[in-house]
């Protein structure tokens, strides 16, 4: 069975998204929707990771909730790009630069939306309840961020693209 | 908009009575922003502001009897109010400022027309209505004429579901709704699927914490709000004797318990500092939550010396907005209370009334003017 695959794809695919999450926020600080979003979408994506720790012993994949990024991680790195992210928002270019943040984001979120619908179909088909439970609730989840991703889009879309 | 000017590609914002200086939260960055000179800033007002003083060009604006128009209830109830008086010096209704502006401006329509064909409140109110046709807000039956006629007059009527009968239908409604966590906008096709035709459709939203919890540093809890003597920064009510006595400095409303443990009482001059900003406000001892101090939002410095900014509750509010209403979060910042000095026999300028009462006797009451009372006899029927 190779259901232990399907569920490390998902992981690979949430932990991706809580890193990038947490680097968009630093990045685009002086955006202050973006900072406080991107840190609620990331406590969502931990909840994700939990639960299907929870429910994934039995299938021998490593699901340590400590491999998660921090929110917002501290430290000097983060700390430049805050930083920087403060002086530059000054200038209209970081408008582009969110652009292409937030669609490398929504791909992301496609990548995991599709690995739980894969895992889901697995766990249908193995008949494990408890497995389908937690991807049908952190599918939805998952998809929340995503459509987040295109409203911030078209929000910021026409301001940067006609300017 | 705030952050289109901060980036540079909104340069140019018109204010027309309302003083985003000393309202909006993180109120430094609104000054950095709005006095950049990347930023053409334009100040209609009936009485000058914090922000008219920083703007570029500032328009004076008749108030609501020196003009005609019409203005509806929360209850939709629409009402016609006439001018009673002449505007003073130069100033000019909002109305006739905007059609000014479209004259000068030259805005056409699509054949080449002015776009603007009318030039009077109540062709203006014809204008609007015909924008709202067939909609849920419809004004249709409306005219100045029927309310002159007598009172108000509710759009929709009287009763606006009558037979059960909601606006909820797909091609009926407003808004497909947005999600309550990320404010990510349902799409049509979503919508549909939840059947919404005649249902009203609740949407729950988990317990989020707040973006900047008390913590050792800062443990108390700011919340920002009103009293009742002022509203919004008193532009108009600091201008009425009555109520600019009963509140006439900012103050701040801590709990017994907290009070106790920081060493303030009644009247202690205290310095509150959040990680955008610092003020001082004397300290009333209210029925506030433990945890919390709550500091009007009310005061800027149009009516002090100088530009002394320590008093407005905005310089220490966090910029972060409801992802949904966008109403910015003014009552979840943090911060810290330390005291400056000791009360001397002073008290808090707070009213001893509605939700600023001390919650011991201090001595002092808030009453009405000299001369003012009035004695009223009622008898039981």
Redesign the interface.
Known sequence: MKLGLAIAEVRDAELALAERLGVLGERHKADHDVYHLTETLQRVAHGNLARLASAAERYDVDLDPSDAPTEHPAGPLATLREKTSELLGRRPEPGLLLLRDLRELHLLYAEASINWVMLGQGAQAARDANLLEVVFRSHSQTLRGMKWTVTRIKVAAPQVLLD | MV??M?????PFFWVSCTNPLVSLPEARRIRSVLASDEVFLVVQDLFPTETAAIADVVLPAAGWAEKTGTFTNADRTVHVSEQAIDPPGEARSDLAIWLDYARRMDFRDKDGDPLVKWSDPEPAFEAFKVCVENRPCSYEGITYAALRGGSGIQWGGERLYADGSFFAAPDVCEDYGK?L?????LEQTEYRALNPDGRAILRACEY?PP?EPPDGERPLQLNTGRTVFHFHTRTKTARVPELQSAAPEVWAELSAADAERLGLGEGDLADIRSPRGSIRARVRISGVRAGVVFVPFHYGWWDREGDDESRAANELTI???D?VSKQPLFKAGAVAVVKVADADGVVSPAPTNTASAPVTDIGTTTRGQEGHAADTEVQAP
């Open positions: 952050r289109y901060e980036e540079g590609t909104l999600d966590l990320t404010g990510a906008t989020v973006h910029t972060s907005w992802p």
